[in-house]
């Protein structure tokens, strides 16, 4: 029996336009209510995942920042990480051969220093935005993640060049294909769901979980149902080729899979089209 569901935000239960479906909405107050543990883990802010929850009225426990914030229901934190002080200073004063855009992220908020106004469509359900500054005079401490976005064939080549640089001291993924993350190590949505679990006293076996990219393949493959989504990144169908692909977020596959979970969830699944 499956005891929680984790679900990955944008790519997977939110629409292309980054909105909530009521169709999605009404599945995960019907899972809810079957006494299923909700769980949000996203790349997000915790100060943007509070707002949506408040105003989605979903009961859900958040994973926030890729893993590196865990929150109970009443916003009671459960664990923390930040990136060690000297990884950070590192990241944001090293001079790095990218034209990628760099944001940092630390309890206090989003920080960027050059206007993106094109980012913030994706944030205007919670109205959630960057504080501009110089990025070179924020401390280093307490850093919970750094983010770059480009297009995808140069934040590659960034992420060789980050690889060589920090080696083991650091996590770095692709968030989406235009988004490439520096995480404390052994920092994933995976390690913070296990926390969870534990928290919970759960196994994550007894976990289902859903998501289109590459900071969720350890959660995925950790879990006892994991579930990639059509629109998935090619990475990450081919990094979990065992694990079954559902369809596109903009026809709320998730909601379809649960509705059908819910009222038959001995009987196999077949994928919308």
Not at 89 to 101: G, L, P, Q
């Amino acid at each position: 029996m499956m005891r929680l569901a984790a679900f990955d935000m944008d790519g997977t239960l939110l629409l292309p336009d980054h909105q909530l479906g009521q169709q999605t909405l009404d599945s995960l107050q019907a899972l809810h209510l079957r006494g299923v543990n909700l769980a949000l883990a996203t790349g997000r802010h915790l100060l943007e995942m509070q707002i949506l929850r408040e105003k989605l009225m979903l009961p859900a426990w958040l994973i926030t920042g890729n893993g590196t914030r865990v929150h109970d229901r009443q916003g009671n934190l459960i664990f923390a990480r930040d990136l060690p002080s000297e990884v950070a200073e590192e990241v944001i004063h090293r001079h790095w051969e990218t034209s990628a855009s760099i944001h940092i992220f630390n309890d206090q908020g989003w920080f960027t220093d050059r206007p993106q106004p094109e980012l913030l469509v994706a944030h205007q359900m919670s109205g959630f935005s960057y504080q501009l500054c110089d990025l070179k005079r924020l401390p280093a401490h307490q850093v919970t993640k750094i983010c770059f976005i480009d297009q995808h064939q140069h934040l590659c080549q960034l992420k060789t060049e980050l690889g060589a640089a920090l080696g083991e001291q650091a996590n770095i993924c692709f968030s989406a294909v235009d988004c490439l993350e520096v995480l404390p190590a052994s920092c994933n949505k995976g390690s913070a769901l296990a926390l969870l679990c534990d928290h919970l006293s759960l196994t994550l076996a007894e976990c289902m979980a859903f998501g289109d990219a590459m900071n969720d393949r350890e959660m995925l493959s950790q879990v006892g149902r994991g579930f990639i989504m059509g629109n998935a990144m090619a990475q990450l169908k081919a990094a979990l080729p065992h694990l079954p692909v559902l369809g596109h977020c903009e026809t709320q596959a998730v909601s379809h899979y649960l509705n059908h979970w819910l009222a038959t969830p001995d009987l196999a699944y077949s994928p919308e089209c």
